[in-house]
Each structure stands twice: as C-alpha cells, then as structure tokens.
C-alpha cells in the first residue's frame, strides 16, 4: 500500500501548497490525478518520490518512508517526470547500465513494448525525438516491474496512434502487485485506461475515487429535462446541456472526468459532499 499522511509541504514555509493531505493508493489501479495549472500536482508526485521532502508528515510506500530514500525504496519506485533527458547510448545499452537497479526488470517485456511503440532498439537515445524518448522511458518503466510507476504527463509528444498504444500497453502491464499513478491535463488521455480519478485542489486531496464509485452515484447526462432538483451541475454544450445529477434509478452512465473536474474545481463543496 502506499500511504501519505498528514503532509504539509511548501516550497517556502510562508506558502504551503499541501496542508495535512492524506491519501492512501491501493495496490491492482491505474490512478489518474487532476488538478489546476499549480495546484500541485508534480509536487505531490515527488513527494511521493522522495525527491522533495515534506515540511511535516510522510509518504510511505512498502513501510519505507519516502524521504529516506532507502535502497529497497529505490527499487520499488520507478518515476517519469514531464521533462526528460535521456544519454547518448541506444535502448539496449540503457537497460543494460540501468536495469539492475530494479530487481524485478523484465528485458523481453522492454523490447517487446519498443517495438509496440516503433522506437529502434539501437538508435542512440539523446538523438530521438522528445516523443520517441517518452516512450522509451514508458518501455523501460513498465519492464521495472516496479510497485510503483508514477507518470507526469507521459503522453505530451506521443502522436495520436501512439496515444492509443499507450493506453493498450499500460492497461496490459497492470498487475495485482503494483499501482499505476498518471498525472495530465489531456484527460481524454485517460479514457478506458485508468479506474480511479484524484483530484487536488486547494492543498487538499478533494477527490480519491473509483470510476465505479463515481458512476453509482452520480449520472452522466445531456438532458436539459432532467429533474432540476437532482442535477448537481451542468454546462453548455454544442446543442444542450452536459449534466451531473442524483443517480437516483441507479442507472450506470460512463463517467465523463472533464465535467465532474470542471465541476469539482468551481464548486466542488455540493459534488463533493455527494460522492463522499
Ligand atoms: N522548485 C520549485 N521551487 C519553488 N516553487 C516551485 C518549484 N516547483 C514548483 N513550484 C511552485 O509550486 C506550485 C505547484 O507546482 P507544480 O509543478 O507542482 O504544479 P502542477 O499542478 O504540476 O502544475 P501544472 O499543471 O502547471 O504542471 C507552483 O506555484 C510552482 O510555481
């Protein structure tokens, strides 16, 4: 399990942007965390990591503490941030540099997944595009086999085709054993990959919930002749409305994530306090 608890963080002791979040990630689940452009997103991802430590209260993962980023910690993490630079050696001599690191690396796994995602095995790695080198770490991330596989923005600079190999390859690669984080403002990204959804906003962790969940209880709808009472919040759309109401007749609707985050970051209290 991976557990945070009671964080406080700020980048200056005047400005926290956490204030005692705490959240527990399970085990089996491809999370996809939303938040606003600042809200804090990255920095909760490397909190998690243990590349910045917390002012007060932990992230624990296995029972190692992030902050002592412990070998047996290390190996358990594999992190891919928004901007990477990768070295002047191909796919193959990387893995061999880097793979013994992590235990559990799978080398068929990665090249299968290189060729999944049409990047040359043997092409040196700091001359790929920004879009091919992405999915080089994403290979390699998934091979670790790690408990952990945090990802920000990991799909900036795939191409559409690749969009859709990305989520067929991620969803292959869940296991029981190990827990998917993806941080991104292209939520349509996402769709049919993740299955639960957090949201951070306000130093807080607001939302922590299974698309399940979510779908049981509210209805995802594009009818202005809805039940006044039971809609929770709606917006324009092209040629009516795009609503969130009471799931009252326990019908089960396809969550659309960019109306309820939408609908959580302007007025988060009424959709929030019905979903928990
Ligand atoms: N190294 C740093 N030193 C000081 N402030 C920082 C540092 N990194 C980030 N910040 C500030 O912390 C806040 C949160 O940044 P963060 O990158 O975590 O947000 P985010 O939710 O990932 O944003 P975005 O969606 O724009 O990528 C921002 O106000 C940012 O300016």
Same mark, same amino acid.
């Not at 204030?19 to 085990?27: A, D, P, S």
């Given at each position: 399990m991976i557990e945070i608890s009671n964080l406080t963080f700020g980048y200056s002791k005047k400005k926290l #942007?956490?204030?005692?979040?705490? #959240?527990?990630?399970?085990?089996g689940h491809i999370y996809g965390l939303l938040g606003k452009n600042g809200a804090g997103k990255s920095t909760l991802l490397k909190n998690l990591a243990g590349l910045v430590f917390p002012l007060e209260?932990?992230?624990k993962l296995k029972g190692y503490r992030a902050a002592d980023r412990l070998p047996g910690f290390l190996q358990e993490l594999f992190f891919i941030p928004e901007e990477i630079y990768l070295p002047g050696t191909s796919a193959v001599q990387f893995a061999q540099s880097t793979a013994h690191f992590y235990p559990k690396f799978d080398e068929g796994q990665y090249f299968r997944m290189l060729a999944e995602f049409d990047v040359p095995q043997t092409s040196i790695l700091s001359k790929l595009s920004f879009g091919q080198q992405k999915k080089v770490m994403i290979a390699f991330g998934l091979a670790t086999n790690t408990t952990l596989l945090i990802m920000d923005e990991p799909t900036n600079g795939l191409d559409i085709p690749s969009k859709a190999k990305f989520r067929r390859i991620i969803a292959g690669a869940l296991t029981e054993e190990r827990c998917i984080i993806i941080s991104t403002h292209q939520i349509r990204d996402l769709d049919s990959l993740i299955d639960s959804l957090l949201i951070v906003h306000e130093q807080e962790i607001v939302l922590n919930k299974s698309l399940d969940e979510i779908a049981e209880r509210i209805y995802f709808g594009s009818s202005a002749l809805l039940d006044k009472e039971m809609v929770l919040y709606e917006e324009p759309h092209r040629i009516g409305l795009n609503t969130m109401s009471v799931n009252h007749n326990e019908v089960f609707s396809k969550v659309d994530m960019e109306l309820l985050f939408s609908a959580v970051i302007s007025d988060h209290k009424s959709v929030i306090n019905h979903l928990n």
């Open positions: #942007l956490f204030k005692n979040l705490n #959240l527990k990630l399970q085990m209260g932990q992230c």
